[in-house]
């Protein structure tokens, strides 16, 4: 699909089909999680994917039962990993460069599930600790994106945005 | 461009050539990061577009003298405004979302470039308080990205990454 086109048909979807997503998406979707840009190339996070029915219904309860987190047929779980990103970049790159590779590298497959047919949509609001014991990481881990995904099962409206004018100033 | 392609072809840009990016391609550049999706749909950030070429040279210095900042006929500051944010979601807001909000609207910017010939690197490297004093921004706003934009003059490497083994686990 063109990139444009991708971008335009993007939506938050939080309803997914039964239907399992092939392998080979599986991989194409992590291939382009990995190709993000991050700074220094150092990559300050991991990905989790959770395939496990009873971890993803535990994912849910830990988000405030959105429930759709149960229902996608895989989550990706993005954990930052500060130190990584700290050891050269110190302060910046523990509270902020880590949190930006981490998020940039899922916007990017946010984009890709587009171009492939599937829905994911970003979700910020969960337990961390909860998150962390379900999935079962070192406190040297932090996770801050839960992106469930799976075939789209709505078609949501466009959500409302700012003007232009309102976001953007000429200097 | 087919999307997966734009995801190929993206590299960090360093180097531009002096040629002016035409409005329309601006205008679609900034379209593109106003559709990125946010918390709430709250669009926590602010961008600044810089062209004034005193401006460009003193962010430049504001970055420790990473020269193409000033060499790029644009470049776009996204600048995070973590109240906006916080007045929902609280801390969560002003220390996450409002970060993310900003980075993946920069990433699909940074994107978008390649499908239109253009390049561009996300800057994270710099000095926030003499940034803001250039921009003349308002003290509730941040500096996080500087993002400079122009025709590329160099084709860079691919630069390496970890393992997809390294990177993600399957649980």
Redesign the interface.
Known sequence: ????E???K?H?IRAFQKKKIEEEKIQ?L????????S?G?L?A????????EK?KENLAKASWDQDFIAQAPIDLVFCIDPLRSAQR?GK?GET??S??DA??SC??V???A??LGLGSV?V??FDEAEVSRI??IPLTLRP??ILPIGYPDEKPEK????S?DD?????
Do not use: C, W
Not at 1 to 4: A, L, P, Q, T, Y
Not at 167 to 171: C, D, K, R, T
């Open positions: 699909m063109e990139f444009f991708v971008v335009k993007r938050s194409k992590l291939e382009v999680a990995n190709s993000a840009p700074a190339d990559q996070y991991q990905i989790f994917l959770v395939k496990d971890k970049y910046r902020l460069y949190i930006q998020t940039i916007a990017y946010h984009l890709a587009v171009d970003i910020g609001a999935i079962d801050i994106i959500t409302p945005r700012r232009l976001l953007v100033s000429e200097i």
